[in-house]
């Protein structure tokens, strides 16, 4: 990917999934999820896509993993219950944005990485890389994905109408989420790419 951005189809890809989740989004705000079941199928199926490559195939299970992972903020806030109705509040919707990014990235790290960096990097056949690499990244991604709440909050700042903003997830989320949608996806994949390669190379050094 260093080399041609176009491997894999990731970046493809990974922004027509970003742009799927941003009208999610915009669902969402009015009406989060009620039962599980049906809402992990349903969020996989609308923002993960039904392509059939490898690619295809990580980014629906980050959906799914992105919507476990909502469900479950929500049953913590509620005390261990179901959560409740409603729509999602701004701070939900941007967490949703982040988590999608870099969950896509570490289920792309677990299912080619092994696959194909290792033919060239042997040292990650002894580092496990379908999963140790992942978890390494993990946290790195999710740092460099941007907050469309702050990205409002910047937004509202410069038109000195804050409250008009983030009070109206439905209006303004969305649209700055899918406004970021590029960048979010040259910035998480072309920085990761780079890191990976780095963290590697570190490990391999330190290696006896």
């Not at 219950?81 to 701070?91: H, K, M, N, Q, S």
């Not at 002894?126 to 991604?141: C, I, Q, R, S």
Request: charged share 25%; aromatic share 4%.
């Amino acid at each position: 990917m260093r080399e041609d951005q176009s491997a894999f189809g990731l970046v493809d890809a990974a922004t027509e999934a970003g742009y799927r989740l941003a009208d999610a989004m915009s669902a969402m705000a009015h009406a989060g999820p009620t039962a599980a079941d049906d809402f992990l199928a349903r969020f996989t199926d609308e923002v993960g896509g039904s392509g059939s490559t490898i690619t295809d195939a990580a980014i629906r299970r980050a959906a799914t993993d992105t919507a476990e992972r909502l469900l479950e903020r929500q049953n913590a806030e509620a005390g261990g219950g179901e959560a409740a109705g409603g729509g999602l509040t701004g701070d939900l919707l941007c967490q949703l944005y982040q988590w999608f990014f870099a969950d896509i990235v570490t289920e792309f790290l677990r299912s080619v990485i092994a696959e194909k960096v290792k033919l060239v990097v042997p040292v990650l056949h002894v580092l496990n890389p379908g999963d140790h690499v992942a978890e390494w990244a993990a946290d790195k991604v999710l740092s460099l994905v941007p907050n469309p709440c702050e990205e409002a909050a910047e937004l509202a700042e410069e038109a000195e109408s804050a409250e008009s903003v983030i009070a109206d997830p439905v209006g303004s989320l969305p649209d700055i989420a899918r406004s970021l949608v590029p960048g979010t996806v040259g910035k998480v994949l072309g920085l990761v790419v780079k890191d990976v390669l780095e963290h590697q190379l570190g490990a391999r050094e330190a290696s006896p």
